[in-house]
């Protein structure tokens, strides 16, 4: 595929067809993307082993949390796919609902991680998806705090920051991501970010017409604090439930106004400071 | 399944069940332990089917059901009994079916007497031999399966105490492929009305097993066993089918085999065997357990379920035949398949002169299962033992047995990909801790063979759907890893030449052997496909065989497998085929291959009326085409392909030219599906509820506690906690049941090491109800010890809703959730569940009853070294267990 990058200015919040594009590819493929339909996630965790098989990332330790089956605990600089497991009593008293739901980097429209790093280390490709370069990462760790989703992290001993790629090296090859490929029931599904809102609307109706009233997408929205995900959930409950910040805003909307702010801050601070000097020389 | 249908194989395959309209897994957490399989599964509930998931627990697969019914462990055919009785109360079942396919008409003999006449036995069983005699559970005017009974005259101790059943066992160990065989034909009534027609007796049989009942003894709430109940018969008949989906939730126990023919009694009377969408679906316990058994790693059976010839029984290959193969039916060319066998192995040298070399195959004279060996070393009678791909010291029941049967061997090789628990019990087993053991006394020669992985040789494997899937190496294997056939050949190899030139007799079958396979590589692999070739067998010019059909009984055709022959028909590896599925039907008959004759669905001429019209166009599958004047459909037929369903046996007619055009059940003598077994199982010709041999309440149904005819091991090792009420049994109040997670592999030989997995369940855990862990004090991600009359050992406590108490009896029963991966080697450690586990089986097949016994529990980690024992006696003081455990 022949793409080329040029400069230009990026925007850091609201909607954003082509963030691509917006990053300087030019010709760049369709963005693509994850919609992981939870309503038929089994807790195998095959993404999570395909993942750290494909990406060679390291054990995250052998920790017995208890946290019903979840023993990983949450996405991590060595865990960039994270099976959470929630038992919940049904509403009615009768009976359990178990939830699981494959967490994973959500590829952000605006990704703060991304917009925040002073060393062009995370780089938006031209499939839209947001990813580090292990050979440039310096470890500052300034993308850890700004990432709405608590993705990104360092890793202990090594000091850079990890997270999903989105298998970059697969999607070049033509590839669908590794946990993706391993998933049995289709509860990942790879593909063209448009095709997957779509099919992801159409489940949607077919499982709330089956009784989950409360079932939603998260992260489908491009009206959203984040311009909308990459990759993104169907869930069959709050996303409180899952550990999922309910509204993410990316940490990087404000910037611009703050800026302003500070700029008039220091103009008034300016304008004081010489007004008191003038009036201390009167 | 063999006893009910013909055939020791699932009777469908999982892809099948995308077309199902109500499944129904039970006895199996298939989300967990077959997540690839259960795609299907996730497909049929997108179709709008309802999937069911009975089980103790609350599981991944409970998660995703349209219903969650937990049930007391053991207890399985009390609910399954009480839906036959509503399925014959309610007038649901599928009559025509049932009338024209299976042997609800027949008639059986005046003098049978059910368990519901002598308070939980059939009659025929003898007190003093605790065996059954079958003679009156023959159909009316039918000649009696065998004549064992005189035959056993001359036997040694074994066969004699076996006396007439003894030769059951053997069928019911056959039956893995093929029903029992008897002579003449019975007498039916259609009209299901006659009182000793095989529906009647069924309705008498199951009378008790009421909604009622099946509350009160496996403590299934009434509405939520209707739900299920109005479920299966409103998804069965013409229209739609229903599935039963069963792992080794069903095996093991002590009826294990009744288990299954409950299931399959339900599924005949509701019209779902052979048809799409239906079926019993049987998930395997891993890679390739269907193809162990189709050619056998166990002492009782030959390649194709062909039984293992006993001492002084069969006296000739003549003899042997006549006793074990049919008058009619498929197996009735049980010669063929014999001869041809022998002939893929001796070769040239098996010739008619000399009866094939049929006299060099061994004779058995004793069961000779995993449990006896482990006995036969610890009492010094056996020497040797190989492991391979085999985790015993942690991966079978009562664990310490095992061990201290290891730790009496003069030689022990254990082939694997890690030092596994077996290859170090020697030096860090649980008996070194407590000083019980030794290592400077364990004479035991330890030898330890690193494995190749699947991925570093070619091979097959024969998976849950009888499907042969041939895998190609990847890369080559590391140092001195090696695959198992290159040990094997290479053994046998040397083996040979030491024994080259020897005059002694008892080396002929080991010299004569065709043990000539093609070597490649730098490491002298055998080729895989030409074993594979011999498996598939050859014809009198040499070339590779087609179908078992062309086998002959004259020596002219050689063939390693009967079952598996057309393997590599037309000279091509048939098991290697990949088709992608975008380019075939959902039946996929060109992905790899499967037994017999590439069928996807078994008896698949049940899914066509008698007349070989489609039930339904909705369940279209094989029928007959009158204009071609043969059989057509989605599947390849399992019948003869051009026999007219009208066709009608003539007088004395034999094999499967006595089978009728409308018995869709090829493989039994009268064509059948079998509602009630009158040959072939040791413990009854019908489904009985019995406790588990260690309950927590008394049978509520009968003064027969457990099944009666259970094998059981009497030895100071493998004492048995008390049951259901007797003195003592309060000591260990408590239900467990032990199982598998997705995140690990049966014992861990292969999880326990690999981080990625080890990450996932890193630590040995029981899980309780918050109930139990208030009772007990348990602390949540504290410790618990579980303790039985064999020992005590430690998890970390995981309080979860999953596990419910239940009402049984009017009393409230806790169950103990106890996965079994872990064991003191590897990245994560922990004790294993099999220490806890008594050894006592399943006489038809000699399963070990894991999924259901009784324990205490209290908070706290274990005591360690010898306080371990003390605490351990103190239990079994109070428990009043014998030292031996009774039967």
Redesign the interface.
């Known amino acids: 595929m022949s793409v080329s990058v040029t400069t230009g200015t990026n925007r850091l919040a609201g909607p954003l067809a082509d963030p691509a594009g917006e990053a300087g590819w030019e010709g760049a493929p369709p963005r693509v993307g994850f919609f992981t339909d939870t309503s038929v996630c089994i807790g195998c965790k095959a993404c999570e082993v395909a993942c750290k098989e494909w990406n060679r990332v390291p054990d995250d330790g052998f920790r017995f949390l208890g946290h019903s089956y979840d023993n990983t605990g949450g996405l991590s600089a060595s865990t960039w796919r994270h099976v959470a497991f929630v038992e919940k009593p049904l509403p009615d008293g009768k009976g359990l609902a178990w939830l699981m739901s494959s967490d994973v980097c959500k590829h952000c429209t605006h990704a703060a991680c991304l917009d925040v790093c002073p060393t062009g280390a995370l780089l938006r490709t031209e499939f839209g998806t947001v990813v580090v370069q292990e050979d440039v990462c310096n470890g500052c760790g300034y993308c850890v705090p700004a990432c709405p989703y608590g993705v990104i992290d360092q890793r202990p001993g090594d000091g850079r920051a990890w997270k999903c790629t989105l298998c970059y090296d697969r999607l070049g090859q033509g590839l669908e991501p590794a946990c993706a490929k391993a998933c049995p029931t289709k509860s990942i599904q790879f593909g063209p970010l448009d095709e997957l809102r779509q099919r992801a609307r159409s489940r949607l109706a077919e499982v709330r017409a089956s009784g989950a009233a409360s079932a939603r997408l998260y992260g489908e929205d491009p009206g959203d604090g984040v311009g909308g995900a990459g990759a993104f959930f169907l869930l069959l409950d709050e996303p409180e439930v899952y550990g999922l910040p309910p509204d993410p805003v990316v940490t990087t909307r404000d910037l611009p106004s703050m800026w302003r702010r500070a700029a008039v801050a220091a103009g008034a601070l300016l304008a004081g400071a010489a007004a008191a000097f003038l009036g201390a020389a009167q | 399944m063999g006893t009910s249908f013909g055939r020791g194989g699932a009777t469908t395959f999982p892809a099948d069940l995308q077309g199902s309209d109500c499944i129904v897994i039970q006895g199996s957490n298939m989300?967990?332990c077959h997540?690839?399989a259960?795609?299907w599964v996730?497909e049929a509930k997108?179709r709008g089917a309802k999937v069911i998931h009975v089980d103790p627990r609350?599981t991944?697969?409970?998660?995703?059901a349209d219903l969650?019914v937990p049930l007391r462990a053991g207890s399985d055919i009390a609910f399954l009994g009480g839906l036959i009785h509503h399925v014959l109360t309610q007038g649901a079942d599928f009559r025509e079916y049932l009338v024209a396919y299976t042997n609800a008409p027949t008639i059986l003999r005046e003098d049978f007497a059910d368990t519901e006449d002598l308070d939980g036995l059939f009659s025929g069983f003898d007190p003093a031999t605790r065996h059954y005699d079958p003679v009156t559970w023959q159909y009316e005017g039918m000649k009696v399966a065998a004549a064992a009974g005189q035959r056993d005259e001359e036997h040694d101790d074994w066969v004699r105490r076996r006396a007439r059943a003894g030769h059951e066992t053997q069928r019911a160990d056959a039956m893995g492929s093929h029903g029992a065989v008897f002579g003449g034909r019975p007498e039916r009534d259609e009209t299901l009305q006659h009182p000793r027609c095989v529906y009647q007796v069924l309705r008498r049989h199951f009378s008790r097993y009421t909604p009622e009942l099946v509350e009160e003894l496996c403590g299934v709430p009434r509405e939520l066993f209707l739900e299920v109940a109005e479920a299966i018969c409103s998804n069965s008949g013409r229209e739609r089918t229903t599935a039963f989906v069963y792992a080794v939730g069903w095996t093991h126990h002590t009826v294990g085999v009744q288990y299954i023919r409950t299931a399959a009694i339900l599924q005949l009377l509701l019209g779902n065997i052979g048809r799409p969408g239906g079926g019993i679906m049987a998930l395997r316990g891993h890679a390739s357990i269907q193809g162990s058994t189709d050619i056998p790693t166990l002492f009782n059976i030959l390649p194709g379920y062909i039984p293992m010839p006993h001492a002084h029984h069969d006296q000739d290959l003549a003899a042997f035949i006549a006793g074990d193969a049919g008058d009619t039916g498929y197996w009735g060319n049980m010669g063929a398949y014999t001869v041809s066998l022998l002939k893929a192995w001796w070769g040239d040298k098996a010739q008619p002169e000399n009866d094939f070399c049929f006299d060099y195959l061994p004779r058995l004279d004793g069961p000779a299962g995993t449990y006896q060996t482990v006995a036969g070393q610890i009492d010094g009678t056996v020497k040797g033992y190989f492991l391979v791909g085999e985790n015993p010291a942690v991966g079978s029941a009562n664990a310490k047995m095992q061990r201290l049967g290891l730790a009496n061997l003069d030689w022990l090789v254990v082939r694997d990909f890690s030092l596994i628990e077996s290859a170090t019990f020697w030096k860090d087993g649980p008996e070194i801790e407590t000083g019980e053991l030794r290592p400077e006394e364990i004479g035991t020669e330890v030898f330890f063979l690193p494995a190749a992985a699947h991925t570093e040789k070619d091979g097959s494997f024969t998976n849950t759907q009888r499907l042969l899937q041939w895998h190609h190496k990847a890369v080559e294997p590391e140092g001195d890893d090696r695959s198992d056939l290159w040990f094997y050949y290479h053994l046998g190899r040397r083996i040979r030449d030491k024994l080259a030139g020897s005059a002694d007799e008892m080396d002929r079958p080991i010299l004569d052997l065709t043990w000539e396979y093609p070597t490649e590589g730098p490491l002298a692999e055998p080729s895989a496909e030409a074993v594979l070739r011999e498996v598939n067998g050859w014809g009198p010019d040499g070339r590779a065989l087609g179908s078992y059909t062309e086998l002959a009984a004259d020596g002219s055709t050689a063939c390693g497998c009967w079952i598996y022959c057309g393997c590599f028909a037309g000279e091509v590896n048939q098991t290697a085929r990949r088709r992608p599925a975008s380019e075939q039907s959902w039946v996929a008959p060109e992905w790899g291959w499967a037994w017999p004759a590439n069928r996807r669905i078994l008896y698949n001429r049940a899914s066509a009326d008698p007349g070989g019209r489609p039930w339904s166009e909705r369940k279209a599958y094989v029928w007959w085409d009158e204009d071609q004047g043969r059989w057509t459909g989605h599947d390849v037929p399992d019948f003869e392909p051009t026999k007219h369903p009208g066709y009608v046996p003539p007088e004395g007619a034999r094999a499967e030219e006595a089978i009728g055009g409308a018995d869709p059940f090829i493989m039994q003598a009268d064509g059948k599906g079998w509602l009630y077994v009158p040959s072939g199982l040791v413990d009854g010709p019908l489904p009985t509820h019995y406790e588990p041999v260690e309950s927590p309440v008394p049978n509520p149904l009968y003064a027969c506690q457990h099944n009666p005819v259970r094998e059981g091991m009497a030895r100071p090792e493998n004492p048995y906690n008390p049951s259901g009420g007797a003195p003592g049994s309060e000591a260990f109040p408590f239900v467990f049941t032990t199982y598998r997670?997705?995140?690990h592999h049966t014992a861990g030989g292969m999880s326990r090491w690999q981080?990625?997995?080890?990450?996932?369940?890193?630590?040995m855990?029981c899980e309780v109800s918050p109930a139990l862990a208030a009772e007990r004090g348990l602390e949540?991600?504290g410790w618990a010890t579980i303790v039985t009359a064999r020992t005590a050992i430690e998890a970390?406590?995981?309080v979860?809703?999953?596990m419910a108490p239940l009402k049984v009896g009017g009393r409230t029963i806790h169950q103990v959730g106890l996965p079994y991966h872990w064991g003191p080697n590897g990245?994560?450690r922990g004790d294993a569940a099999n220490e806890l586990l008594a050894v006592v089986m399943d006489p038809n097949v000699h399963i070990q009853e894991a999924k259901c016994a009784t324990c205490d529990v209290i908070p706290g980690r274990r005591p360690r070294g010898p306080a371990l024992l003390a605490l351990v006696e103190r239990y079994r003081r109070q428990a009043q267990s014998p030292p031996g455990g009774g039967r």
């Open positions: 989300a967990e997540p690839v259960f795609q996730m997108a609350f991944r697969t409970s998660a995703v969650h997670l997705t995140e981080p990625y997995l080890s990450e996932l369940q890193p630590e855990f949540p991600l970390r406590v995981l979860t809703d999953r990245l994560v």
